[in-house]
T-cell receptor, first 114, second 115 residues
Framework: GNSVTQMEGPVTLSEEAFLTINCTYT??????LFWYVQYPGEGLQLLLK?????DKGSNKGFEATYRKETTSFHLEKGSVQVSDSAVYFC?????????????FGTGTRLKVLA | EPEVTQTPSHQVTQMGQEVILRCVPI?????FYWYRQILGQKVEFLVS????????KSEIFDDQFSVERPDGSNFTLKIRSTKLEDSAMYFC?????????????FGPGTRLTVT
């Protein structure tokens, strides 16, 4: 079946530190992969996506590369800001299996300290 | 930029009561979804809806739940007799095409508290 595994949080970093949030997946076929962000008190916002192997999604300084060989989609940012404090969700959308529901990871809470 | 809206933002209800959560998807979208997130847990799929029919539902979506698109704009989730364990954030989502590469757009959520 389809599943997403994210690193446990919370992750606490100082401002300008490098961020990595690990995400690995299990899927039949080649899904599309997404990172969503949930700021305090708000809903889910799409941060970036990649729809095929070796694609790199990027937005607001965040990047993630779709690695088929390691079934991973790790989120990175070179220099985090306090405003990046949020919960980050990795998700996959299956392809070719007749289902279109998103499968989400458990979410990783990021706290950035000034 | 078009967005999915949801009302109310917070609903408090007593156990056994019926609740209706409302969503207005993006206007040219054809596929609609409900997900829920119990506090501290992952976001879970409930149901997908297209052409006035349920296209897929999860085990969570039992007979207590129903969805409807009563007019051309609203998409509702009804819980007939709420239980304490229905307390969660409920997200509506929509998309133009039901394909893996087309992202789903999520609303801000309705926090349902059952007492």
């Amino acid at each position: 079946g389809n599943s997403v595994t994210q690193m446990e949080g919370p992750v606490t970093l100082s401002e300008e530190a490098f961020l990595t949030i690990n995400c690995t997946y299990t899927a039949t076929g080649y899904p599309s992969l997404f990172w969503y962000v949930q700021y305090p008190g708000e809903g889910l916002q799409l941060l970036l996506k990649a729809t095929k192997a070796d694609d790199k999604g990027s937005n607001k300084g965040f990047e993630a590369t779709y690695r088929k060989e390691t079934t991973s989609f790790h989120l990175e940012k070179g220099s985090v800001q306090v405003s990046d404090s949020a919960v980050y969700f990795c998700a996959l959308a299956p392809r070719g299996s007749g289902t279109y529901k998103y499968i989400f990871g458990t979410g990783t809470r990021l706290k950035v300290l000034a | 930029e078009p967005e999915v809206t949801q009302t109310p933002s917070h609903q408090v209800t007593q156990m056994g009561q019926e609740v209706i959560l409302r969503c207005v998807p993006i206007s040219n979208h054809l596929y609609f979804y409900w997900y829920r997130q119990i506090l501290g847990q992952k976001v879970e799929f409930l149901v997908s809806f297209y052409n006035n029919e349920i296209s897929e539902k999860s085990e969570i979506f039992d007979d207590q739940f129903s969805v409807e698109r009563p007019d051309g704009s609203n998409f509702t989730l009804k819980i007939r007799s709420t239980k304490l364990e229905d307390s969660a954030m409920y997200f509506c989502a929509s998309t133009t095409r039901q394909e893996s590469s087309y992202e789903q757009y999520f609303g801000p959520g309705t926090r349902l508290t059952v007492t």
